[in-house]
């Protein structure tokens, strides 16, 4: 049966195998001693901010002027299978897809180089949630390095006052409850005191294949500071600074749909699936983000067209 990747695109469509082989991330969860695995795997996060014993006496390679490079937040399993839990929990929470067409092997890596910020914390399984995760935008947001940040109570994001932690707390619990909450604004500050804004978040659990809740993450992709700056995809200065889109990107829009819809022909016609099936619901839904999304380049490149021919009439009747 054909099944669809976990962060959407129609080159993501593969045929399961036959084997079986087992899912490296179900497999963690499969049992009561896995979840204890898993747990631990999260929780070793926090364990590294305290730091171990440093390693010394190690031999080098021959010629080796230095060591290994170190790895990169990303790199480590641990966090790739956190983040393989956090794509596949908003798709089944939330709808849709964290990014677009990411193949899955590169879901880490995206991830932490999103635009957006992206965070995590282990509630349900402490009762004084700290920070698992945070992306490379989230780290200059709260202006903190990943050993600064891992294991540092995530009620710290928020104001002291009451009234902020309550609000805070009641964004969580409703979460908890529902699966996820989005459309959250709200204030937060730096690990050094910065104030900033965050608007149109979204708040989800973050679940093992066994239906047992590991943490939550947030995703927000529009902040503002105090001084009326503003950041992140969905802000209106990033708008601006797309500028007008080319013919090129235009055309790879259509060919993008056009791909996608052929995707959807293939999974309802060759294959007998129905419209509810969970693999036509997210084909259907990435051709329909595909569809807004070359709406959204027609529609800046219309306004471009305008602004240019408004010019060109303010330039003749200036000359006349």
């Known amino acids: 049966m054909v099944r669809q990747a976990l962060l959407g695109g129609a080159h993501l469509t593969v045929q399961r195998p036959r084997c079986r082989c087992r899912d490296p991330v179900a497999s963690a969860w499969a049992t009561p001693?896995?979840?204890?695995?898993?747990?631990?795997?999260?929780?070793?996060?926090?364990?590294?901010?305290?730091?171990?014993?440093?390693?010394?006496?190690?031999?080098?390679?021959?010629?080796?002027?230095m060591g290994a490079p170190a790895k990169l937040p990303y790199q480590d399993t641990p966090v790739i299978m956190q983040n393989l839990l956090m794509v596949e929990s908003y798709r089944r929470k939330v709808g849709g897809y964290i990014l677009e067409d990411v193949e899955l092997a590169d879901a880490a890596r995206a991830l932490w180089e999103a635009p957006?910020?992206?965070?995590?914390?282990?509630?349900?399984?402490?009762?004084?949630?700290?920070?698992?995760?945070?992306?490379?935008?989230?780290?200059?947001?709260?202006?903190?390095?990943?050993?600064e940040i891992i294991g540092t109570p995530s009620r710290r994001s928020a104001e002291e006052e009451a009234p902020a932690q309550e609000e805070r707390n009641g964004i969580l619990e409703a979460a908890a409850d529902k699966g996820y909450v989005s459309g959250i604004t709200g204030w937060r500050r730096s690990l050094k005191g910065?104030?900033?804004?965050?608007?149109?978040?979204?708040?989800?659990?973050?679940?093992?294949?066994?239906?047992?809740?590991?943490?939550?993450?947030?995703?927000?992709?529009?902040?503002?500071?105090?001084?009326?700056?503003?950041?992140?995809?969905?802000?209106g200065a990033a708008q601006v600074e797309a500028g007008p889109p080319s013919e090129a990107e235009i055309v790879a829009a259509e060919e993008g749909i056009a791909e996608q819809a052929a995707l959807v022909r293939v999974l309802k016609e060759e294959h007998g699936l129905p419209n509810d099936d969970p693999d036509v619901a997210d084909a259907v839904g990435t051709l329909l983000r595909r569809k807004a999304k070359l709406q959204d380049l027609?529609?800046?490149?219309a306004v471009t067209a305008g602004d240019a021919a408004a010019a060109e009439a303010e330039a003749q009747a200036a000359a006349s």
């Open 33 to 65: 001693s896995g979840a204890t695995q898993g747990r631990k795997a999260l929780g070793v996060f926090a364990a590294r901010k305290g730091g171990g014993k440093k390693a010394g006496g190690q031999k080098k390679g021959p010629g080796s002027l």
């Open 116 to 147: 957006f910020a992206v965070l995590a914390h282990d509630k349900f399984l402490s009762p004084e949630p700290s920070f698992t995760y945070a992306n490379k935008v989230a780290l200059e947001l709260f202006e903190a390095t990943w050993e």
């Open 194 to 235: 910065t104030r900033f804004q965050i608007r149109d978040g979204v708040l989800f659990n973050i679940e093992a294949p066994t239906g047992q809740k590991v943490g939550q993450a947030a995703v927000f992709r529009h902040w503002a500071f105090e001084d009326g700056r503003e950041g992140g995809p969905d802000s």
């Open 298 to 301: 027609k529609d800046r490149a």
